[in-house]
């Protein structure tokens, strides 16, 4: 669908019936929905953007700030003819939904952060993080498997627990001559206008739809400390103090959004991967399922 005049952006359908529910990523295309969005269509009808600079849609040099971004989600809903729809977006793509929200509250039934209701622009950590140099070692993981996008598919999820579909995999890298996979297609230049030259404050007073936030949260002290080689005290206090900042600044973002939306609904899932919609499917569809019943009559 054209945007902007002449920028042409990647718009997945994947049908079902019910409200309609558009699906945002940050730099990851909408492919990144292709297992998760058909779980969705018994209940709502599905879509998702590829946003500008990534995948299958144009990459101008110009045009990544949030409120064009924005603006190129209301000309797709305007092309699609959606007049009310629920807004989904992960991580950075929160910027998106919260502008949106802001301007266009009479064209949402509400909107649903995944782990993207947060402040970029926070300057510090209270209490501040740790220097990086105290910290220990994260503990190495096996090597993913590149000899072909299938493998590396299968060696994600034997590791992490989870992996993008093939698709997303296929959109961010080059495929070699040989099946494997190939250097990265994403441009650096545009993957930092996006999530970092774009970084705004969010202003949450202003959206007048109700509101969905699921978080991933650290989960217990010591099941975090599992994940890194300790070598010694100062390094297991160091990897504390990390904990604690990184929980302080969850809190804070959280109690940012009560603060401009009271009624919000606010989910935490310990030790949630932030693609949480792949690492934690079913609570994801569950929550999003839930809200939506409450959306009835909008």
Known sequence: MTVDSS??????????SGQPIVLLGCYLTA????????????QFHVYG???????????????YTVQRSANDVLE???????????????????????????????????????DGASDPTTPAYDPPMPDPTT???????????????????????????FSFPEAELRQQSAVNSDGSVGRSLMSLEIRRAITVDARIKPDYS??????????????????????????????RAALRQQDAATRAMYRRWQD??????????????????????????????????????TLTGR
Request: aromatic content about 8%; proline content about 6%.
């Open 256 to 293: 940012d959004l009560r603060a401009a939306v009271p009624a919000a609904r606010i989910v935490e899932l310990p030790a949630a991967n932030p693609f949480m919609f792949l690492s934690n499917e079913a609570d994801v569809l569950r929550e999003i399922r839930a809200f939506a019943g």
């Open 206 to 235: 202003r959206i007048r739809v109700p509101v969905l936030a699921i978080y991933q949260s650290q989960g217990p002290f010591e099941k975090v400390a599992a994940s890194y080689t300790i070598r010694n005290e100062q390094e």
């Open 135 to 161: 910290l220990p070692r994260p503990t190495r993981e096996p090597a993913p498997d590149y000899t072909s996008f299938e493998a590396l598919r299968h060696s994600r999820q034997r590791d992490q627990g």
């Open 7 to 16: 920028v042409r952006l990647e718009v997945l359908d994947w049908g079902g």
């Open 49 to 63: 953007i590829t946003r500008r600079g990534i995948g299958g849609s144009d990459k101008p040099t110009t045009g």
């Open 76 to 114: 797709v809903l305007d092309s699609l003819n959606l007049q009310k729809s629920l807004l989904v977006g992960t991580s950075c793509a929160g910027q998106i939904l919260t502008l949106f929200a802001s301007q266009h509250s009479d064209r949402l039934n509400g909107v649903v952060y995944i």
């Open 31 to 42: 492919h990144v929905h292709d297992e998760f969005a058909p779980k969705l269509t018994n």
